[in-house]
Nanobody
């Protein structure tokens, strides 16, 4: 079992920035990849970025060059830096963290990000 708790969401104006955090606990040594997904109202959940245990990152085209995924192994925390000056209203969504352990996928409860002036 893996537990994931996201934080860092909020209201941000276009051009602002946020850093989302996801703290993992439980059987963390069996995690081979983690990622961020998002779901906007009326839309399906979509991939934002993933990071494997070996450090390979993958990004959705819509966020490439704007968002950065990283992790702190000491703090058991996954981050998503949503870069300054290039947040867009279409980035508004609930952002979810996930972790893959063998054939199982665990999800956090999500954190709301709203981009609005």
């Amino acid at each position: 079992q893996v537990q994931l708790v996201e934080s860092g969401g909020g209201l941000v104006q276009p051009g602002g920035s946020l850093r989302l955090s996801c703290v993992a606990s439980g059987n963390i040594f069996s995690i081979w990849a983690m990622g961020w997904y998002r779901q906007a109202p009326g839309k399906q959940r979509e991939l934002v970025a993933t990071l494997t245990r070996s450090g390979i990152a993958n990004y959705a085209n819509s966020v490439l060059g704007r968002f950065t995924i990283s992790r702190d192994n000491v703090k058991n925390t996954l981050y998503l830096q949503m870069n300054m000056n290039i947040l867009k209203p279409e980035d508004t969504a609930v952002y979810y963290c996930n972790a893959i352990v063998d054939s199982q996928t665990y999800w956090g409860q999500g954190t709301q990000v709203t981009v609005s002036s």
